[in-house]
């Protein structure tokens, strides 16, 4: 278990393992990520790929792809986000069990990417939290996988139990509430401002 | 063309007109599937209304991939749309950036040199064994054949492995320019290309060794989802989906474009118009497509050193080289990078994509941004023809069926 | 002359039709608005063209008549194209539909109705396509922003009512903390 877990070098203690519960929580959390793959579109063929034979995402532990949102924790967002499919899109997070961990894979959901349109999201975050953002357009599989990567890091420095002793939803698990996470009420999502007329086009 | 085909009451959605329906069946309920479902293969929704286990009225729901291309392409301008038409049909980028192309290329009347030609044919052909791969691998992990996926996908690997070197980026290649190809085919990259030919030929054998004699494949495509031939034709199909009902009709021999007639293949129809017919048309076409990307690697190196893109100072960028050396390829270049204008008129330029003819009817005012820009996708009508498919079948026939059809919502959309 | 536009002229006879062939070599005919109809009946009929290819719209404003309907149609057994023309008013645009007669083009009516509001008299489904059915706009109209007009509205107004439900505690949970910050 690496250095997670330190053995207690003693005889008369042997066949025990002592660790924080924190850290044995997260241990088992990152390593058993069960992604809920929402293919919206070309980042969804990339995300095939990744858990095709070449890349193999079941080295990270991550390849138990569930399309049912009551049975993923980590919501992969992979693709362009409508305003029409947006509704759809919170009621899957919605659905997800805590605790859960979002990626915005690919530029479309991490900022709108080049679709600066009339029925893009600007970015997924404006409608719900992200931990880890994925640039490229499609990203290669490796960036992705190094997103699973980075996002096992920051589930390493969760701190499950304090979160449970403040209190905060005890009915959903240990650890559920993250305080951080409400959506990002920076990212502007309404331009009706900038209107123009018929035949100049934006400079954006 | 018989009277129900012609009915439109495809889109009426009225539950209660069934209730004097077979008292054997249940009551009647409504089903939701999608927008978020692995089996219709990205976010289509279709609402059902089932009387017992068979579909009685079919509704699908389009648009949550709605992304406003035409719109952007009116806005971007003609030379920055290109990148747009890669992520239309996604399986398959480069057959859109040629189609694209060809409909640009007609409006500005600007030939494309041989070698380009050439080029472009190669290309086209390996995105379609993409597209084609994915069909096969999707659809059969839907139907529970798992292996097939991971099979299809190696495959699908190499050819990325191949882009990936030629042009630099495993999808979304945006790679074809107005009158030829950005960049000329790097030899190796030839030489290895025809050898996973070879490769490929078996295993296409090997899929089929899979599939095609499975009893459960047979029995779950098989006279399942039939689609007539005059029901096809009025219904707007094409593709492997009017050649599975027994037509044959291939843009690339119809009407041929992209220099299609100098290349030997040949186009493969299928009997009854079934799921199962569809699935053999593209496994066809598959082998079919080897054989002419085996030709054109041929003919590359017959035409090696030959030009590969248009000499057009009104639409092709000048070779960089000169550019910095060359103060009239300095002015091209700006020219061309912002205000490239097309000449008045209309035009309209097809390709036969994996899922049928793809267009692009563009409407120029003379200016260097679009006055319209209209995407024919094939994969709209394909969705167009599940109600009129899977009426009256059992619900479990929605997932071959969905698959079999073939579409891809970034065209669907648009 | 091509055999095409012959065979074209010939069906049309009398209904006031104009042929002349695109850039891209399409014998393109442009008919009365009114003469629709009547056109695309004897293009499938006496001219042989089986399939509709597409239905769409340009829109030409500020000029008037506003919008130039485009129908696109494949004759498989002759093996040649042929554009369809015809030009209608921006005020209350409508036209007769043809899907009696190619039922292909069902969801391009709906999607030219959904772009530009042009109304298909005789669609009996004629619903938005590709945006959300209460969604206000044209998009395609040539006086729609590219960026929208509050292209978030449709998806606020539901994000409330998910709010106020009063099953989802979790959310008032986080409405709480939100107002706590």
């Known amino acids: ?204 | 063309m018989s009277a129900q085909t012609t009915s439109t009451k495809v889109f009426e959605y009225n539950p209660t007109a069934l209730q004097g329906d077979d008292p054997l069946h249940g009551e009647l309920m409504e089903l939701n599937m999608g927008p978020q479902h692995p089996a219709t293969h990205g976010v289509l929704r279709i609402k059902v209304v089932l009387d017992g286990e068979t579909m009685k009225e079919i509704e699908p729901v389009v648009g949550y991939l709605h992304r406003g291309k035409e719109k952007t392409c009116e806005s971007l301008g003609w030379r920055k749309f290109f990148p747009h038409t890669d992520r239309l049909d996604y399986v398959q980028p480069l057959m859109n950036n040629c189609a694209y192309a060809i409909a640009l290329e007609q409006l500005g009347g600007v030939p494309v040199p041989e070698r380009g030609q050439i080029i472009r044919v190669m290309l086209m052909e390996m995105s379609r064994i993409a597209a084609h791969l994915i069909y096969l691998g999707t659809t059969a992990i839907d139907l529970g054949a798992v292996t097939m996926f991971f099979f299809t996908f190696k495959e699908r690997e190499t050819i990325y492995t191949f882009l990936d070197a030629y042009t630099g980026h495993r999808m979304n290649n945006t790679y074809v320019r107005i009158g030829g190809v950005y960049a000329d085919v790097n030899e190796d990259v030839g030489r290895e290309i025809e050898k996973w030919c070879d490769h490929f030929l078996g295993a296409v054998d090997e899929y089929e060794k899979m599939l095609t004699g499975n009893r459960i494949w047979y029995d779950r495509n098989h006279n399942i989802g039939i689609v007539s031939k005059e029901l096809a034709l009025a219904w707007s199909l094409t593709g492997p989906n009017l050649r599975g009902s027994g037509f044959e009709w291939d843009l690339r021999k119809q009407q041929p474009y992209s220099s299609y007639e100098r290349f030997n293949f040949e186009i493969p129809v299928g009997t009854t118009g079934d799921c199962y017919d569809r699935y053999l048309v593209r496994v066809e076409e598959m082998r079919q497509s080897t054989r002419i990307i085996q030709q054109a690697v041929k003919l590359l190196r017959d035409t090696r050193g030959g030009e590969f893109l248009a000499d057009d100072r009104r639409y092709v960028l000048p070779p960089k080289g000169k550019v910095h050396t060359s103060m009239e390829e300095l002015i091209h270049q700006f020219k061309i990078v912002t205000d490239m204008a097309l000449p008045k008129g209309e035009a309209y330029g097809a390709v036969e994509s994996s899922k049928g003819e793809l267009g692009f009817y563009v409407v120029s005012d003379g200016t260097s941004h679009p006055l319209r820009c209209h995407i024919r996708a094939p994969g709209l009508m394909n969705v167009q023809a599940i109600p009129v498919v899977m009426r009256d079948r059992l619900f479990s026939d929605t997932v071959s069926i969905i698959g079999s059809l073939d579409f891809v919502m970034g065209e669907v959309d648009r | 002359m091509t055999s095409t536009q012959e065979r074209v002229q010939a069906a049309l006879d009398g209904l006031q039709a104009s042929i002349s062939s695109a850039r891209d070599g399409m014998p393109t005919i442009t008919v009365p608005a009114d003469k629709v109809r009547e056109a695309v009946q004897r293009l499938k009929e006496r001219a042989g063209f089986e399939t509709n290819t597409l239905v769409t719209a340009v829109d030409h404003y500020p000029a008037e008549p506003r919008y130039e309907l485009c129908w696109q149609f494949l004759s498989v057994s002759m093996n040649d194209r042929v554009r369809l023309h015809a030009r209608i008013g921006g005020d209350q645009p409508a036209i007769a539909s043809i899907i009696d007669l190619f039922p292909g083009a069902a969801y391009s009516e709906r999607e030219c109705f959904d772009m530009f509001g042009i109304v298909f008299t005789g669609h009996a489904g004629l619903k938005r396509l590709l945006m959300p059915e209460e969604y206000d706009h044209f998009p395609l109209r040539k006086d729609f922003p590219h960026h929208g007009i509050e292209p978030d509205r449709l998806y606020r107004e539901w994000d409330r009512k998910r709010r106020e439900r009063p099953s989802n505690t979790a959310f008032q949970q986080e409405q709480q903390e939100e107002g706590a910050r």
Not at chain 1, 107 to 122: A, F, I, N, P, R
Request: net charge neutral.
């Open chain 1, 1 to 204: 278990m690496g250095s997670l877990i330190e053995i207690k070098d003693n005889p008369a203690q042997e066949g025990f393992l002592w660790t924080r519960v924190d850290e044995l929580v997260n241990w088992g959390r990152k390593n058993s990520l069960w992604p809920m793959p929402l293919g919206l579109s070309c980042c969804g063929i990339e995300l095939m790929a990744m858990i095709g034979p070449k890349f193999d995402l079941a080295r990270f532990g991550a390849e138990a792809a569930r399309f049912s949102p009551r049975q993923a924790d980590l919501l992969v967002v992979a693709g362009t986000l409508t305003w029409k499919m947006a509704e759809a899109c919170r009621t899957i997070y919605d659905q997800m069990p805590d605790p859960k961990w979002v990626i915005a894979m690919g530029v479309c959901s991490s900022s709108g990417g080049m679709y600066d349109s009339y029925s893009v999201v600007q970015g997924v975050d404006s409608i719900l939290p992200v931990d880890v953002y994925v640039p490229g357009c499609p990203p290669r599989p490796d960036a992705v996988i190094d997103a699973i990567l980075k996002l096992q890091k920051k589930i390493e420095r969760e701190r499950p139990v304090e979160l449970l002793l403040q209190g905060a939803n005890t009915d959903e698990g240990i650890g559920t509430r993250r305080f951080d996470r409400a959506p990002n009420r920076g990212v502007p999502t309404t331009r009706s401002h900038e209107f123009l007329p018929p035949g100049q086009v934006s400079d954006r």
